[in-house]
């Protein structure tokens, strides 16, 4: 059976870094798209990065010159490096799956999620 399982999350404080982790099993994921999303209290999911098989990679604004998706399709793991965390940072983290090679609303896979609070 297929799963994602993410860790790495925490309490920090503002300014400071995390990274997040998710492994995949039940499959090889090296083919996939792999992606990030989180979801704040009272709001609605929201996407943050992707990458794609082949390395290519995508942000949303609010991210973007901050945090750093990667990948070891050996270790069959995706990473989310994020620094210089804000307090609107806070949220549960998930990580996804999809064969499509571009950001999508709706990947086929999902993690449990991991929490992420950043402290002003």
């Known amino acids: 059976q297929e799963q994602l399982v993410e860790s790495g999350g925490g309490l920090v404080q503002a300014g400071g870094s995390l990274r997040l982790s998710c492994a995949a099993s039940g499959r090889t994921f090296s083919r996939y798209a792999m992606d990030w999303f989180r979801q704040a209290p009272g709001k609605e999911r929201e996407f943050v990065a992707a990458?794609?098989?082949?390395?290519?990679?995508y942000y949303a604004d609010s991210v973007k010159g901050r945090f750093t998706i990667s990948r070891d399709n050996a270790k069959n793991t995706v990473y989310l490096q994020m620094n210089s965390l804000k307090p609107e940072d806070t949220a549960v983290y998930y990580c996804?799956?999809?064969?499509?090679?571009?950001?999508?609303?709706?990947?086929?896979?999902w993690g449990q999620g991991t929490q992420v609070t950043v402290s002003s």
């Open positions: 990458i794609s098989w082949r390395g290519s990679t």
């Open positions: 996804a799956a999809d064969l499509r090679q571009f950001p999508v609303a709706d990947p086929g896979y």
